[in-house]
């Protein structure tokens, strides 16, 4: 059974950094992209992040680049976040999600974290 | 950016009606369109890719269709399990992207 269990929240001063994780389980992690979605109180969701199976390929949303830093590690079976500068506006269920295969789902959704920016 | 505009942003319908929610690509997308449904407090869940693709497991009275810039999601006939918010994504081009979502609530 494929499952996704994201850590680290929590609340957080503006300015201040997190490191968001994501424990991968049920199947060949390092054959599938990944990525991070987020959703703040009330709102859609908003997409936030992507790495390739082999980390070759990574993206962002322009609300984030240059202050998160997407990564994973194969061999603990895990996908990150880390997540600096943070601002009022990043508070957010963060969700991890796998991308299917043929890149047209993300096919499997760990059950969200809750990251809280304020003072 | 691909925006995506879905409509309507709130339906009420009974049990048993046909329902039909509709997201519009501001440029082609092909077929790569996701619909997912979500309840509250839980992960969104996919339902349909590739436009029409049925996932494993999910009912087939949801349906979709299109290609390109329109795309809609069919509920054939709605079940009370149903009654959650629906959004589609478009997995074409980067920045990935969600439409506002379509709230089905009961009548």
């Known amino acids: 059974e494929v499952q996704l269990v994201e850590s680290g929240g929590g609340l957080v001063k503006p300015g201040g950094s997190l490191r968001l994780s994501c424990a991968a389980s049920g199947f060949t992690f390092s054959s599938y992209s990944m990525n991070w979605v987020r959703q703040a109180p009330g709102k859609g969701l908003e997409w936030v992040s992507s790495?390739?199976?082999?980390?070759?390929?990574?993206y962002y949303a322009d609300s984030v680049k240059g202050r998160f830093t997407i990564s994973r590690d194969s061999a603990k079976n895990s996908l990150f976040l880390q997540m600096n500068s943070l601002r009022a506006e990043d508070t957010a269920v963060y969700y991890c999600a796998r991308e299917s295969r043929s890149r047209d789902s993300f096919d499997y959704w760990g059950q969200g974290i809750l990251v809280i920016v304020s003072s | 950016d691909i925006q995506l505009t879905q409509s309507p942003s709130f339906l009420s319908a009974s049990v048993g009606d046909r329902v039909t929610i509709t997201c519009r690509a501001s440029q082609g997308i092909s077929s790569y369109l996701a619909w997912y449904q979500q309840k509250p407090g839980k992960a969104p869940k996919l339902l349909i890719y590739a436009a029409s693709t049925l996932q494993s497991g999910v009912p087939s009275s949801f349906s979709g269709s299109g290609s390109g810039t329109e795309f809609t999601l069919t509920i054939s006939s709605l079940q009370p399990e149903d009654f959650a918010i629906y959004f589609c994504?478009?997995?074409?081009?980067?920045?990935?992207?969600f439409g506002g979502g379509t709230k089905v609530e009961i009548k």
């Open positions: 994504q478009q997995l074409n081009s980067y920045p990935l992207t």
């Open positions: 790495i390739s199976s082999s980390s070759s390929y990574i």
